[in-house]
């Protein structure tokens, strides 16, 4: 198989359909949290620890001289990063674990029995004849 012919049909396969929707949705998803982190759930917090802006905590490594700027190592930008991370690890942890749920419900569910064929109808009906004999 050439390989056009190969990378054609691995790309129009439904699950490639599927994970490149989901990764789309997926970095949506990111920018939304972000924003929830950085403009709804930080400057609360920030509040509470004395008007603390995340973002803008850092440590002055090397000060700014002529025609340098300063060396900072921006620990604050981190601290936004990993509540990020935290709040989206957390939602996709719900949605899995609501899914695996979900999959083991129908997986509890069992499956009628399959009706008898008919020849085994005719052998339970002959083996009932016989009985009564």
């Known amino acids: 198989m050439s390989l056009v012919k190969e990378f054609k049909a691995f790309a129009v396969k439904g699950n490639m359909i599927d994970m490149a929707v989901g990764i789309v949705i997926g970095a949506a998803f990111g920018k939304i949290v972000s924003s929830l982190v950085a403009d709804v759930i930080m400057p609360p917090i920030g509040l509470a620890l004395g008007g603390v802006n995340f973002t803008a905590l850092k440590v002055t490594l090397k000060g700014a001289s ?3 700027e300063a060396v900072t190592l921006n620990y604050g930008a981190f601290v936004q990063t990993a509540v990020d991370f ?4 957390w939602a996709i942890f719900i949605v899995v674990k609501a899914i ?3 999959k083991r419900k129908e997986e509890a569910t069992p499956a009628a029995p399959p009706k008898p064929s008919n020849q085994e109808v005719l ?4 083996r009932d004849l016989l009985k009564t004999r």
């Open 86 to 89: 935290l709040i989206i690890a």
């Open 66 to 68: 002529e025609g340098a």
């Open 123 to 126: 052998l339970a009906e002959i």
């Open 100 to 102: 695996n749920a979900m």
